[in-house]
């Protein structure tokens, strides 16, 4: 008989009621219940309800917690248990059960899209140190998982429909880019971190845990979730070289584009000051407006379950 995942819960799935009647999600908790896991699953419903998972999941002394959704998911599990007083080796570990639209995290550390190998992977990987950056804006402070942008980026993330999401996945991030292209306004900011300073205008910014976002933006391609450090890539008001540097995007990826373009940064910490009213951030989906933003990197702040070889960790194993 299989075990009663409400009795004795080592595991419980936090699962975004988006997906709550994936097929695929379903059988792949069954045939891990059937091996022996005692999986919970906890569905949330409306804002609030992934931190409240979180409190009842370290009330009942839960081994791992694992976000089933996208990144925003990942971001307010993660969150939760990071504003937490325990010490990452007194919270549960943090899993993830890709379930998103771009799934940008999952992309960049080579978790498995698939809902039964993601879950096996959390399941029989140990966890291994998680930073995470923490932004303090307008008195409040909030927890990034993966990435915040701002700038171009930002708006196009915001912006995106959802149903063109639905129809075309991580391109509709793209269609919604290039019609913004011809209608670009840079914004005036002032960076500041160790031994580093930078002003000017930007149209668009990362500062990375992870590498990517907004379906597949590559903002800071040498981020590390365990190295201390937070990427930090500013891509300048270009003007002429606006079309030279789509042409580089276009014919050699990405990575090119930023090297040719971009002003780059590995930092313990920023923070950034709106020249010319509240700064628009983007942080792992929520927007959050402010005038000043201190963004600092907390390392190892949780634990979490990634592959031996993914491509954020420093060392890999």
């Given at each position: ?39 919970a ?38 969150a ?7 010490s ?97 306004e ?14 000017g ?43 030279a ?27 950034l ?45």
């Open positions: 008989m299989p075990p009663n995942p409400e009795a004795a819960p080592s595991t419980w799935l936090i699962l975004n009621g988006k997906s709550a009647g994936d097929d695929a999600v379903r059988e792949a908790v069954g045939i891990l219940r059937e091996r022996g896991l005692a999986l699953v906890r569905v949330t419903w409306e804002d609030g309800d992934a931190a409240r998972c979180v409190d009842e999941a370290l009330a009942a002394g839960v081994a791992r917690v694992v976000a089933g959704g996208g990144d925003g998911t990942l971001s307010e599990v993660a939760a248990l990071a504003a937490s007083d325990r990452a080796d007194a919270l549960p570990t943090l899993g993830l059960l890709p379930l998103g639209t771009a799934n940008d995290f999952a992309a960049a550390a080579g978790l498995p899209l698939e809902p039964l190998p993601a879950l096996e992977l959390v399941a029989a990987e140990p966890a291994r140190a998680l930073d995470l950056l923490r932004i303090e804006a307008d008195g409040r402070e909030r927890w990034c998982a993966n990435l915040a942008s701002g700038g171009f980026g930002t708006e196009v993330t915001v912006e995106t429909d959802e149903g063109l999401k639905k129809l075309l996945g991580g391109l509709a991030y793209l269609v919604t880019g290039i019609a913004k292209l011809g209608k670009i840079p914004v005036p900011v002032r960076l500041r971190g160790p031994e580093f300073t930078w002003e205008g930007l149209i668009a910014l990362g500062v990375g845990n992870g590498r990517q976002a907004g379906g597949g933006q590559v903002l800071c391609p040498d981020a590390h979730v365990d190295d201390g450090l937070l990427e930090l890539t500013v891509i300048p008001e270009l003007s002429g070289e606006l079309l540097t789509l042409g580089t995007l276009v014919k050699d990826g990405q990575r090119a584009a930023l090297e040719r373009s971009a002003v780059r940064a590995r930092l313990p910490w920023v923070e000051e709106s020249a010319d009213g509240p700064l628009a951030l983007n942080l792992d989906g929520e927007p959050v407006q402010a005038r000043r933003f201190r963004i600092e990197c907390v390392p190892g702040r949780l634990r979490m379950h990634l592959p031996a070889d993914s491509p954020l960790l420093s060392q890999p194993s």
